[in-house]
């Protein structure tokens, strides 16, 4: 069973930078295919960045050019380095894993097979 942690989220104002962390533990954690997605109150959950177990990227066209996702398969962490935040990126940022996503899927919720709590992350204007 794979366990998902994330850490590093706080209220920061709009321009600041944040890093989020998500720990993964369990089996084979390098060969899962891991994203962030995040919701904010009243909206659904949005994705916003997947990296593959071979390091392959996508990333919402909303935060392209200021979120950066990458991974530690040694240290068995994933990162969301957000920088130029907005209050419109306020929202429990969640870290999601799977051992398979097919084709175009990553940005599909059901797509995912473990799922962290989640960390708030508050941007103030």
């Known amino acids: 069973q794979v366990q998902l942690i994330e850490s590093g989220g706080g209220l920061v104002q709009a321009g600041d930078s944040l890093r989020l962390s998500c720990s993964a533990s369990g089996p084979t954690r390098a060969s899962l295919t891991m994203s962030w997605f995040r919701q904010a109150p009243g909206k659904e959950r949005e994705f916003v960045a997947v990296?593959?177990?071979?390091?392959?990227?996508k990333v919402s066209d909303s935060v392209k050019g200021r979120f950066t996702i990458s991974r530690d398969n040694a240290e068995n962490t994933m990162y969301l380095q957000m920088s130029s935040l907005k209050p419109e990126d306020t929202a429990v940022y969640y870290c999601?894993?799977?051992?398979?996503?097919?084709?175009?899927?990553?940005?599909?919720?059901?797509?995912?097979?473990?799922w962290g709590l989640g960390t708030q992350v508050t941007v103030s204007s």
């Open positions: 990296i593959s177990r071979s390091g392959g990227i």
């Open positions: 999601a894993a799977a051992w398979t996503v097919s084709g175009s899927a990553y940005y599909i919720v059901g797509s995912y097979d473990y």
